[in-house]
């Protein structure tokens, strides 16, 4: 028998990633009664870092972009919870440290200074394309200010021809993809890889990453990249504490199994222990689980969960579902985390994402995935180290490093087989040991995650990572919408509005947390933020 909970929420919200959280935290902070229910032992879903062996590793967001800009949402946000002392930012002023095959370069970060300290290297890199190197960056700005504009706008008529008046540049560009944008500026297709690199960023080609999603990264990226002080499990508990300081409650370690639909609304969930709590041995598995019940519900989960697994097919509208089938996600990802007893950062190393591509071709690393990621004898794929860290002296003990590799684009499938996992891990030890001579031999503490791990704490699925790919048909108005077909139920975070990131789904979880205050009749409830109408005061 299932039991039922006394309590009744205002909110109960599905995932404790960013989007969830800063939904759960403004509605707790506006005397909402909240409570957020995730599985993982900890909160930040993709914001978070795992502590292992005295080191301190961030798989995913380690570089926080646009939140330390100038008056930005989030340390307004952060501001008005009372939170903003226990984020530590760092700044880091060489974000990207680009290696090519016979050159390498910095994308830098810090305001508009680093952009013009940016735009001077590739200037000395391509000299005879200064003219179309200014075009590119004056356009890109300006698609950037009227993006940034836009930002809380919605898709209701008055919003619509807000963007239409006030936005020229983003309407018009908003459909392109990176690639071809680029082709009508400069030539030198060694440039062009240069312009074009952040697409890996979102493990796309250049011919299908969205211009939008390239601009936020590259431009706002100029403007504001930080790492944090603790990596970015910082941020999640910072939020997750102003939850529960506000009267909400985060459950550690559940599971919701179904949300609750009636009449075509939803009115709660069902929480069992999760698979990871049970595997730690602190609880059992409990078949018959509990209710809760709330009158709203926000799902921060990957939509397809949502609307596959944890609501009945038959309370679904057809239609959406099969809507839904049609869209891509971003594909899947694999990490390798390295203890090392060496110090990279005396050893000269930038503490910084480092980029390494052996080929100016970037859409190649898109082909022959399986053939690349095992072979020896072609050419090395794309790799990124996250050195970001290095700059936080918590992130290892003293004289040693924490050393991050990612593995992207990954294959979905074939992860059940251990000794393809060992030969992938062998071979990217070979190719970081390159760039970092003796590598191999400092490794203290050593651990791989294939995209079946990575699922297992993000509940993502494994041909699957940060939402949907940000192609142009799915990013900003045209992404997944948050009000969903069931009633009561809205959605926040990476599969919904606006894009991925962790600026991106704080700003979605802001949106949730508006849309539901809305509906209680409250006006204006992001007013103290100093959104009104949906536009930000400047
Ligand atoms: C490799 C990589 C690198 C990245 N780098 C950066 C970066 O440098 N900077 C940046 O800003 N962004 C970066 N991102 C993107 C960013 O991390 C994500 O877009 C963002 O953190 C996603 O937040 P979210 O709220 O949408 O959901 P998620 O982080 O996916 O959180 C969802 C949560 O829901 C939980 N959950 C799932 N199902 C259930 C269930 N049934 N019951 C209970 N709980 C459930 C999960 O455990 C998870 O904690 C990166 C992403 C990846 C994959």
């Known amino acids: ?223 504001s990249n930080a790492t944090v002080k603790g990596g970015s499990q910082a941020i999640a508990e910072a939020f997750a504490r102003s939850v529960r300081d506000s009267g909400g409650e985060v459950l550690l370690g559940c599971l919701v199994d179904k949300i609750l639909v009636e009449d075509g609304k939803a009115y709660g969930v069902r929480v069992v222990n999760s698979p990871l709590a049970i595997s730690k041995g602190t609880v059992s598995a409990s078949e018959k689980g509990e209710e809760i019940l709330g009158t709203h519900i926000v799902s921060n989960v990957a939509a397809r969960q949502t609307f596959h697994n944890l609501i009945d097919a038959d309370k679904v509208d057809r239609k959406f579902l099969t809507g839904l089938d049609k869209l891509e996600p971003t594909g899947p990802f694999c990490a390798l985390f390295l203890g090392l007893d060496m110090d990279l950062k005396k050893m000269g190393f930038t503490p910084a994402l480092h980029v390494h591509s052996s080929t100016y071709d970037i859409k190649e690393h898109f082909n022959n995935l399986e053939a690349k990621m095992v072979g020896e004898q072609g050419p090395d794929p794309c790799f990124r180290f996250h050195l970001a860290p290095l700059s ?96 009561n139920l809205v959605l926040s975070g990476h599969w919904t509005r606006p894009a991925l990131g962790v600026l991106s789904v704080v700003i979605s979880g802001l949106q949730a947390a508006r849309m539901i205050l809305e509906s209680e009749g409250i006006e204006e409830p992001l007013a103290d933020l100093g959104i009104k109408r949906g536009l930000m005061s400047k």
């Open 392 to 487: 936080d002296p918590t992130s290892a003990p003293e004289g040693k490093s924490a050393f991050m590799m990612h593995y992207i684009p990954a294959p979905s499938r074939g992860w059940d087989d251990p000794e393809r996992e060992k030969k992938l891990v062998d071979l990217m030890i070979k190719r970081a040991e390159k760039v970092i001579p003796g590598l191999s031999q400092h490794i203290v503490y050593q651990e791989f995650w294939s995209p079946l791990t990575v699922d297992k704490y993000s509940l993502s699925g494994q041909d699957a990572s940060m939402g949907w790919a940000i192609t142009p048909e799915q990013i900003g108005p045209k992404r997944l919408a948050q009000e969903t077909p069931i009633k």
């Open 1 to 223: 028998m299932v039991s039922t909970r006394q309590d009744n929420y205002d909110t109960i919200i599905i995932g404790a990633g960013m989007g969830g959280l800063s939904c759960g935290a403004w509605l707790a902070h506006k005397g909402m009664k909240v409570l957020v229910v995730e599985q993982n032992l900890q909160p930040g879903g993709f914001c978070s870092s795992y502590k292992r062996n005295g080191f301190n590793f961030t798989p995913a967001a380690s570089v926080l972009t646009g939140c330390t800009k100038k008056d930005s949402v989030f340390l307004r946000l952060t501001q008005q919870l009372g939170i903003e002392k226990e984020i530590e930012f760092i700044p880091i002023e060489h974000c990207y440290h680009v290696h090519l095959p016979d050159f390498d370069y910095y994308i830098h970060s810090g305001g508009e200074e680093a952009r013009q300290k940016f735009i001077e290297q590739i200037i000395t890199l391509f000299p005879h394309e200064t003219k179309g190197i200014h075009a590119f960056f004056d356009k890109l700005e300006k698609f950037y200010q009227q993006a940034d504009y836009a930002t809380f706008l919605g898709t209701k008529p008055m919003d619509l021809a807000r963007v239409l008046l006030k936005c020229p540049t983003l309407v018009k560009n908003m459909g392109k993809t990176i690639g071809p944008f680029v082709d009508d500026y400069v030539k030198d297709p060694k440039l062009k890889t240069v312009l074009t690199m952040n697409s890996t960023c979102a493990f796309l080609p250049p011919s299908r990453a969205s211009l939008m999603g390239i601009v936020m990264l590259l431009i706002e990226g100029l403007i």
